[in-house]
């Protein structure tokens, strides 16, 4: 009988570092040094002799955001299930996060309000906050202190193929030379424009289809001086369900971060972006929870930085039929979602994982990784299943809707409404969207009776007595 989705999604969300790997090549190269990157290299780093990663910007020693990465001055919320994935493969990662500022937040220091109620506490919430760049920065240090990893500067221009296998890379270093480096294996990381499809079809090779869904998301995100340095509260969040999203509000984070700072962020969708000025920023935060109105009482620092993003969109490697041997694609690459779920980071950690278990399981290196797309199609469709789905709902997205799309909306929503009273339907839910959890762990016989009781309990605490 085959494994099910979740049991997969369970496994590849282990913990435990892997003690049976063996070297099966001599050189890999990773497309591109960002985190799925670096984390495709890490995993590498236990079976190949040597691993370079060949990333396009130029990297200094401060974190910073980077051309390449265009959204990392925006708010990135590391998901419990991601961050497990970094501790596993870099250990005692989130100590040296916290000690280099890193902020933790456990039940008694996280507000999350849906509608514009607050959500019951769980016991089981851990978050890490910083920045982008701050994290990205650790996690590229962990990756090059390796003894076989080396990082160089160079913009990818394409992949050789050979005998139905990847033979090489093509990269142009900053002084305009092309270089050409031989590769028993190669990952592409290049991120949601990688342009690996179209090296491939223009060598005759099929390139894989894109879905897209047009959600069309504006971002605003702006930095605050913290006054104190570790608050009651460390992260809070505002969200409402989409299709009851009020007029002069947004959903909005707000995240103590490295160096003292809150970093603050609005969603809002088509015409809507929220949080412009820094007038209207702070008069946004003002209508939130507490915790949002405090924070911009601090000096704003730098500029409000905005961001769209039109459409979460995957790209079906698992679909087909031909494809080169010892080539694989990973992170937004293959799947980049809505970011207001904050899937993006986790998805590429979990992607490793998959890497790792594919490397593992005495793979035949000459046929294409299909073990490994079939794996990662299971993260791809847990993400977008959790993230796409939900999005149906926002008025400007007009489907195509999946067969039974508005009764099982209608039963989520049962559900989501749930959780801000429901301690145990609350755990399960966000076991699920902090991909811990596979989707399927949600629908029980538990969840479905803690769901009515509290649906029935909403209804009779609303009639006026
Ligand atoms: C506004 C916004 C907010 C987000 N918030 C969150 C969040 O809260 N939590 C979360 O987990 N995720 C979030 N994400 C998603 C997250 O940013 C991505 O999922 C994540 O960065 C994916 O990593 P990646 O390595 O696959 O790609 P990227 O980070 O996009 O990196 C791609 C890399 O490839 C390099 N590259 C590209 N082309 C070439 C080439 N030809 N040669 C060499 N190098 C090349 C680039 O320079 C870059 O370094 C957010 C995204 C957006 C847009």
């Given at each position: 009988?085959?494994?099910?989705?979740?049991?997969?999604?369970?496994?590849?969300?282990?913990?435990?570092?892997?003690?049976?790997?063996?070297?099966?090549?001599?050189?890999?190269?990773?497309?591109?040094?960002?985190?799925?990157?670096?984390?495709?290299?890490?995993?590498?780093?236990?079976?190949?002799?040597?691993?370079?990663?060949?990333?396009?910007?130029?990297?200094?020693?401060?974190?910073?955001?980077?051309?390449?990465?265009?959204?990392?001055?925006?708010?990135?919320?590391?998901?419990?299930?991601?961050?497990?994935?970094?501790?596993?493969?870099?250990?005692?990662?989130?100590?040296?996060?916290?000690?280099?500022?890193?902020?933790?937040?456990?039940?008694?220091?996280?507000?999350?309000?849906?509608?514009?109620?607050?959500?019951?506490?769980?016991?089981?919430?851990?978050?890490?906050?910083?920045?982008?760049?701050?994290?990205?920065?650790?996690?590229?240090?962990?990756?090059?202190?390796?003894?076989?990893?080396?990082?160089?500067?160079?913009?990818?221009?394409g992949v050789e193929l050979a005998d139905g296998r990847v033979t090489g890379?093509?990269?142009?270093?900053?002084?305009?030379?092309?270089?050409?480096?031989?590769?028993?294996?190669?990952?592409?990381?290049?991120?949601?424009?990688?342009?690996?499809?179209?090296?491939?079809?223009?060598?005759?090779?099929?390139?894989?289809?894109?879905?897209?869904?047009?959600?069309?998301?504006?971002?605003?995100?702006?930095?605050?001086?913290?006054?104190?340095?570790?608050?009651?509260?460390?992260?809070?969040?505002?969200?409402?369900?989409?299709?009851?999203?009020?007029?002069?509000?947004?959903?909005?984070?707000?995240?103590?971060?490295?160096?003292?700072?809150?970093?603050?962020?609005?969603?809002?969708?088509?015409?809507?972006?929220?949080?412009?000025?820094?007038?209207?920023?702070?008069?946004?935060?003002?209508?939130?929870?507490?915790?949002?109105?405090?924070?911009?009482?601090?000096?704003?620092?730098?500029?409000?930085?905005?961001?769209?993003?039109?459409?979460?969109?995957?790209?079906?490697?698992?679909?087909?039929?031909?494809?080169?041997?010892?080539?694989?694609?990973?992170?937004?690459?293959?799947?980049?979602?809505?970011?207001?779920?904050?899937?993006?980071?986790?998805?590429?950690?979990?992607?490793?994982?998959?890497?790792?278990?594919?490397?593992?399981?005495?793979?035949?290196?000459?046929?294409?990784?299909?073990?490994?797309?079939?794996?990662?199609?299971?993260?791809?469709?847990?993400?977008?299943?959790?993230?796409?789905?939900?999005?149906?709902?926002?008025?400007?997205?007009?489907?195509?809707?999946?067969?039974?799309?508005?009764?099982?909306?209608?039963?989520?929503?049962?559900?989501?409404?749930?959780?801000?009273?429901?301690?145990?339907?609350?755990?399960?839910?966000?076991?699920?969207?902090?991909?811990?959890?596979?989707?399927?762990?949600?629908?029980?016989?538990?969840?479905?009776?803690?769901?009515?009781?509290?649906?029935?309990?909403?209804?009779?605490?609303?009639?006026?007595?």
């Open positions: 009988m085959p494994e099910s989705a979740a049991r997969t999604f369970h496994r590849l969300g282990t913990t435990e570092v892997p003690t049976d790997t063996r070297r099966l090549f001599g050189t890999a190269v990773v497309l591109g040094g960002s985190i799925a990157g670096l984390l495709a290299a890490r995993v590498l780093a236990d079976h190949a002799e040597r691993v370079v990663v060949v990333e396009r910007d130029e990297i200094t020693g401060a974190p910073a955001p980077r051309p390449g990465v265009p959204q990392s001055t925006q708010v990135h919320t590391l998901l419990p299930g991601g961050r497990r994935q970094l501790d596993r493969w870099f250990d005692g990662f989130s100590r040296e996060a916290v000690a280099a500022g890193a902020v933790q937040s456990g039940p008694d220091d996280l507000r999350v309000h849906y509608n514009g109620r607050l959500k019951v506490s769980t016991p089981d919430v851990d978050f890490l906050s910083s920045s982008r760049p701050f994290l990205e920065a650790l996690v590229r240090r962990r990756t090059t202190s390796l003894p076989n990893v080396v990082a160089v500067r160079g913009r990818a221009l890379v093509r990269h142009e270093t900053p002084e305009g030379e092309t270089v050409r480096l031989d590769a028993d294996f190669v990952v592409d990381a290049m991120g949601r424009s990688s342009r690996l499809g179209h090296w491939l079809a223009a060598a005759g090779w099929q390139q894989p289809g894109t879905r897209r869904m047009n959600i069309d998301v504006n971002y605003t995100t702006a930095r605050f001086q913290r006054k104190e340095s570790r608050p009651e509260v460390t992260t809070a969040l505002a969200f409402w369900a989409l299709d009851r999203l009020p007029a002069d509000v947004a959903p909005a984070a707000c995240s103590a971060i490295e160096d003292d700072q809150w970093m603050i962020m609005f969603g809002g969708f088509g015409d809507d972006a929220p949080g412009r000025t820094p007038e209207e920023f702070r008069r946004i935060c003002r209508a939130l929870p507490g915790t949002f109105a405090d924070a911009v009482e601090g000096e704003m620092i730098g500029e409000i930085q905005p961001y769209k993003q039109a459409d979460s969109r995957r790209r079906d490697y698992h679909l087909l039929d031909r494809f080169p041997a010892r080539l694989v694609s990973v992170g937004d690459a293959v799947a980049s979602f809505n970011p207001i779920y904050g899937q993006g980071m986790s998805s590429a950690a979990l992607h490793a994982s998959c890497l790792s278990e594919h490397l593992r399981s005495s793979p035949d290196l000459d046929a294409p990784a299909r073990r490994f797309f079939a794996l990662q199609r299971v993260v791809v469709d847990a993400a977008w299943q959790t993230s796409a789905t939900p999005d149906l709902a926002l008025p400007h997205v007009g489907g195509p809707y999946p067969r039974g799309y508005h009764l099982a909306k209608r039963l989520t929503d049962h559900v989501v409404d749930a959780t801000v009273t429901d301690v145990e339907v609350s755990r399960r839910f966000n076991a699920v969207t902090e991909m811990r959890a596979h989707p399927s762990t949600l629908v029980t016989p538990g969840v479905v009776l803690r769901t009515l009781r509290a649906t029935l309990r909403d209804r009779r605490d609303a009639v006026p007595s």
